[in-house]
T-cell receptor, first 115, second 110 residues
Framework: DTEVTQTPKHLVMGMTNKKSLKCEQHMGHRAMYWYKQKAKKPPELMFVYSYEKLSINESVPSRFSPECPNSSLLNLHLHALQPEDSALYLC??????????????FGSGTQLSVL | DAKTTQPNSMESNEEEPVHLPCNHSTISGTDYIHWYRQLPSQGPEYVIHGLTSNVNNRMASLAIAEDRKSSTLILHRATLRDAAVYYCILRSQGGFKTIFGAGTRLFVKA
C-alpha cells in the first residue's frame, strides 16, 4: 500500500463551523506534512510531524490545529475559518524527516470552501 | 532554505522529448534535487530525485550539472498525459522543510 488517503475530498463550511480533515497512510512513514495550495499556486508548507511530534509550524494561524494521534493518522482541525482559507489542503508523508533522499507521497487533497 | 527557479511554462509536441530546466544556485552539498508533478485536481506525484549523478527511472531522466547549480528533467517522449505542473524542489539531508517553487506548467500538443 503506497497511498496517502485524505478525507473528505470536498468540504464546505461556514465561518462558525468546526470541522476536521483526516489523512491516513500505512507505509510505516514517520514524517507527515500538511500543505495548503491556492489555485494556480505551489503548495505551501503548514505543519510537519516527526514521530508523532510537531516539528515545524510555519506560523500558521491558531484556527488551524494539527493533531497526530498515531503514526498512521494525521488530522487538521478547523475552527472559525475565513473565506481566504478556502484552498486545497494536501497531506504528505515520507519515511523520515531528516533524509533528503526520501520521497514524499501526497494524498489527492481536500478541497475546502469557507462561506 | 535553498530556492529553485523554473520557467513559468513550456510547450511540447506529443511524442517528442521535453527538457525542463531548474536553477538552484544556492544548493548545499547535502541537498537532494527532487522533481514532482501535479496533474489537475490531484496531489503532487513523485517523478525522480538525485544528489550528484544523473538518474533514470521508468518515468524520466534527471541530468544534474557538474556544479549542481542546475538540473534538467527529461521526459523522453511526451504524451498528453504528461501535461502537468512540474516542481523542482530541494530536500536537505539534515533539514525539515520541503519548500516548493513556482513550478513549470507543461503543455503538450497533439
Amino acid at each position: 500500500d503506497t497511498e496517502v488517503t485524505q478525507t473528505p475530498k470536498h468540504l464546505v463550511m461556514g465561518m462558525t463551523n468546526k470541522k476536521s480533515l483526516k489523512c491516513e497512510q500505512h507505509m510505516g512513514h514517520r514524517a507527515m506534512y500538511w500543505y495548503k495550495q491556492k489555485a494556480k499556486k505551489p503548495p505551501e508548507l503548514m505543519f510537519v510531524y516527526s514521530y508523532e511530534k510537531l516539528s515545524i509550524n510555519e506560523s500558521v494561524p491558531s484556527r488551524f490545529s494539527p493533531e497526530c494521534p498515531n503514526s498512521s493518522l494525521l488530522n487538521l482541525h478547523l475552527h472559525a475559518l475565513q473565506p481566504e482559507d478556502s484552498a486545497l489542503y494536501l497531506c504528505a508523508s515520507s519515511r523520515y524527516i531528516q533524509a533528503g533522499g526520501e520521497k514524499l507521497f501526497f494524498g489527492s487533497g481536500t478541497q475546502l470552501s469557507v462561506l | 532554505d535553498a530556492k529553485t527557479t523554473q520557467p513559468n511554462s513550456m510547450e511540447s509536441n506529443e511524442e517528442e522529448p521535453v527538457h525542463l530546466p531548474c536553477n538552484h544556485s544556492t544548493i548545499s552539498g547535502t541537498d537532494y534535487i527532487h522533481w514532482y508533478r501535479q496533474l489537475p485536481s490531484q496531489g503532487p506525484e513523485y517523478v525522480i530525485h538525485g544528489l550528484t549523478s544523473n538518474v533514470n527511472n521508468r518515468m524520466a531522466s534527471l541530468a544534474i550539472a557538474e556544479d549542481r547549480k542546475s538540473s534538467t528533467l527529461i521526459l523522453h517522449r511526451a504524451t498528453l498525459r504528461d501535461a502537468a505542473v512540474y516542481y523542482c524542489i530541494l530536500r536537505s539531508q539534515g533539514g525539515f522543510k520541503t519548500i516548493f517553487g513556482a513550478g513549470t506548467r507543461l503543455f503538450v500538443k497533439a
